[in-house]
């Protein structure tokens, strides 16, 4: 049995052959375009990009290292290149609502163009309108208009004094206005003359004092009027004067714009108005800025006062070709929609529309996005934000929290938004997102899902050499030549723990071309051969292989025990991987199976230990399951076992040990020991049929190593499951070993197979009489278990009669209940 169960050294390796290649070296290889190896995610992103209705975002999936972020950064440019440039977008002041400014569409490249047109205006404004107020004319018709108006005033008062004088009083001028004092014989009446005066003569000096007020009062007001009409004279000659200056300017851009772009025509219309009912900021009083303690703070004023005249250009699509492909690193929330800045200006916080900053989706409106989905998640409000633009089709800017801000702050008006979301994540979030985010399902309805192998034809592996030769001319390395790629193949093989496979984790391949051209440097070789990419793997290994060699040393030291030699009843040798993130290693564990009488069945000694996970739980159920239905039909199953896995000190999960646990559970059972120069790997079902594990190339390297370590018997191997054989590709020390007959791999299907390797003894069939044959493990079982119900049932009787004598109504002790 055990003869046709060895694995010959082709089936635990699959070569590639360099010949089946038709180029001698890389350079003769065109670049890879595309992607390898991912068909059903191709499709799936090629139709995600071309569908434009809403909600067909797409969400690509996969293994890290399968190269999405390239693939996606790639497809967006090729796809946004067939498509037109998106419009420019501005913001500008609100001249009717200033805490709201506009947002203001234009073609690509116009919005440069527009906010180069208003900068050059407000320059030559700053130049033409100061120069229009400082002419002679302005000068003329200013002192004529106040001219006038002294003259008026003038008038008016020399009336009023006219009249005082009629009535015997004089005028004088004060704060308040007019104050008539009384005259007698030509001179001013003092306060005490006057009220020495008789009282009827003090009452007709009122009573003209009080005639005199009213006409004071009369003029008074004439004068108010004629002071008002006078500065309306100068507001008239500043705007007629700021119109002859700046009018035909502003008017040369309406002019432009008006036919074509009747909003910013609009704008500039207000612009027009607002500028002239502020001349005043364009006009700087050489006078008044010298006497000026400050005359920097009045300037700075003035600065700010025609700030608001400016045009902010957020999104600048001049230089882009087709459509915008952004991708954003730092998805914060101000990130991907832009923020309204603040700065101090003596010690006040302030702001503007100028300050005004664009996201990543205003870059990206009208194109692609790329976000990874963990970034997003991570950063806070971030995933919020996303889905409401993406929800409402807009993009408004706000602040995080703005309801608990004290502070006035701006509400920039929405830009509508056209964007196509490309969000690259693990399975784990995809999953996790479509179950808890009820709008993920309608915001993301392409699903790429990137696969972590391709099949290992002889078209993946010439596009494997395209692949090649693009980092070769990308990066400026070495080429390869074709015995370098066979290699890369068979390591790409390796690491999908598949012969007819290939790992698409190309990061991981990457890894190996850098570090193999550097051997190939060292050595100065004109071309990367598979000696140096071999030398790359073994270095590789050997920079994360501490760990490893250690528990080697333990081994060979005695401290972790094991035995590779003899045999021995109930102990076997299991095979387990150790995963530290980035390496992986096979350990052998000796696991210890004991077997006595009593009802408590097979116990798992990790699991009361609580160091046991649920598929190993489940594990050791089954084989309960298996040992009940080929042993126990006629009897119950009175026997207690405890399993253990020996000098575990951390949890132990997964079923790949359960037939390890069988063999060695049938072992104790039977008192037929086990080889202990053979370990063993795979699952089983109740069924006694071996399932296939994960890992098998690393565990049979990991037992080889031990083995080596104590010394080659030639009798030394492996049992694995017969379906793993499709994922051996193991190294070169253990293929030389098989090949010389130093070491053994076998693979079974069944545990019949499995237990005569380790036994050297028929498994048995049950006859036409129902019973194994004697000389058979299966014998040895089934005897041994009714050997244990007999003895237990014996056992069980005589209490039972002491009970029906004494017809004792007392409670049986604890130990008794257990037992029954």
């Not at 569409?105 to 404004?125: N, T």
């Not at 001179?187 to 005639?211: C, I, P, T, V, Y």
């Not at 364009?282 to 004023?301: G, M, N, T």
């Not at 309805?445 to 192998?453: H, L």
């Amino acid at each position: 049995m055990s003869g046709k169960n060895i694995l010959k050294p082709d089936q635990l390796y699959k070569k590639c052959d360099p010949a089946s290649f038709e180029f001698e070296t890389t350079e003769e290889v065109t670049a890879l375009e595309g992607i390898i190896g991912q068909e059903r995610a191709v499709r799936a992103v090629e139709f995600g990009l071309k569908i434009k209705r809403h909600g067909y975002n797409i969400f690509m999936t996969g293994m890290t290292g399968t190269g999405k972020v390239s693939y996606a950064r790639s497809v967006a440019m090729e796809r946004a290149l067939q498509e037109s440039i998106p419009d420019d977008w501005c913001y500008l002041y609100n001249f009717k609502k200033p805490g709201e400014p506009r947002a203001l569409r234009l073609p690509a490249g116009m919005g440069c163009i527009f906010a180069r047109d208003i900068h050059d205006l407000l320059e030559e404004l700053k130049e033409e309108i100061p120069k229009a107020f400082n002419t002679e004319e302005y000068e003329r018709q200013k002192g004529t208009i106040l001219k006038q108006y002294q003259d008026t005033r003038t008038a008016l008062v020399e009336k009023l004094s006219k009249i005082a004088q009629e009535y015997g009083f004089v005028l004088k001028r004060t704060s308040t206005g007019f104050l008539s004092i009384p005259v007698k014989e030509g001179k001013e009446l003092s306060e005490e003359e006057f009220n020495q005066l008789e009282q009827s003569e003090r009452e007709k000096l009122d009573e003209k004092s009080s005639e005199i007020h009213l006409k004071s009062m009369e003029i008074a007001r004439i004068i108010q009027n004629e002071d008002k009409e006078m500065k309306d004279q100068f507001k008239e000659l500043e705007h007629k004067t700021g119109l002859h200056a700046a009018g035909h300017l502003i008017d040369e851009i309406i002019e432009k714009y008006k036919e074509d772009f009747p909003k910013v025509a609009e704008y500039l219309e207000e612009l027009k108005e607002d500028l002239l009912a502020n001349l005043h900021n364009f006009i700087v009083e050489e006078d008044e800025d010298k006497q000026s303690p400050f005359p920097w703070l009045k300037r700075l004023a003035q600065d700010s006062a025609t700030t608001k005249y400016k045009v902010n250009l957020v999104v600048d699509n001049r230089d882009t070709k087709g459509a915008p492909v952004v991708v954003e690193s730092n998805p914060t929330f101000y990130n991907l929609i832009g923020r309204v800045e603040h700065e101090n200006r003596m010690g006040m916080v302030t702001t503007d529309f100028t300050m005004i900053k664009g996201g990543a989706l205003h870059r990206a409106n009208g194109g692609y996005l790329i976000l990874q989905a963990k970034d997003v998640l991570l950063n806070f409000q971030s995933w919020e934000v996303l889905k409401r633009v993406l929800k409402t089709r807009e993009i408004r800017i706000e602040t995080i929290g703005e309801q608990l801000l004290t502070m006035n702050t701006l509400k920039p008006e929405s830009i509508p938004l056209d964007v196509k979301v490309i969000l690259i994540g693990n399975p784990s979030l995809y999953h996790l997102l479509y179950r808890h985010e009820e709008d993920f399902s309608k915001l993301f309805k392409i699903k790429a899902d990137f696969d972590g192998i391709m099949g290992r034809s002889l078209e993946n592996m010439t596009k494997m050499a395209n692949f090649v030769s693009s980092h070769c001319q990308s990066e400026g390395l070495t080429h390869f030549d074709r015995s370098g790629v066979a290699r890369i193949v068979e390591y790409s093989s390796r690491l999908a723990e598949h012969q007819g496979k290939l790992t698409t984790r190309f990061n991981e391949i990457v890894e190996i071309l850098y570090e193999a051209e550097a051997w190939a440097e060292i050595e100065g070789n004109p071309y990367v051969n598979a000696g140096h990419v071999e030398k790359a793997i073994k270095e590789k290994v050997y920079r994360s292989d501490k760990y490893e060699k250690r528990i080697l040393e333990m081994v060979e030291e005695g401290q972790i025990l094991l035995d590779f030699e003899g045999e021995k009843v109930g102990q076997i040798n299991g095979l387990a991987v150790l995963d530290l993130g980035d390496y992986s290693f096979g350990r052998p564990s000796r696991i210890t199976v004991s077997t006595y009488l009593g009802r408590r069945g097979i116990v798992n000694i990790e699991r009361e230990s609580k160091m046991s996970g649920r598929i190993h739980d489940k594990g050791v159920l089954i084989i309960s399951a298996y040992i009940g239905e080929k042993y126990a039909q006629d009897i119950p199953l009175t026997l207690s076992a405890g399993i253990c896995f020996e000098q575990s000190y951390e949890g132990v999960d997964g079923d790949s040990a359960s037939s390890t646990e069988l063999y060695a559970l049938l072992s104790s059972i039977s008192g037929v020991p086990l080889k202990q120069n053979i370990a063993v790997s795979g699952s089983v079902n109740q069924k006694g049929e071996i399932q296939p594990v994960g890992g098998i190339t690393r565990k049979i390297e990991g037992f080889f190593a031990a083995c080596k370590l104590k010394g080659l018997s030639g009798n030394q191997g492996v049992i694995i499951p017969h379906q793993n054989m499709i994922n051996l590709m193991l190294n070169e020390e253990v293929l030389a070993a098989v090949a010389e007959g130093k070491f053994q791999i076998y693979a079974v299907k069944t545990v019949e197979e499995g237990i005569e390797i380790l036994t050297g003894m028929p498994s048995g069939e049950r006859g036409e009489d129902g019973k194994y044959p004697e000389g058979t493990i299966n014998y040895l079982v089934e005897k041994k278990i009714k050997e244990y119900h007999e003895m237990l049932g014996k056992n069980t009787k005589e209490p039972e009669k002491q009970d029906d004598q004494s017809k004792d109504t007392s409670a049986p002790t604890g130990e008794e209940t257990r037992e029954e």
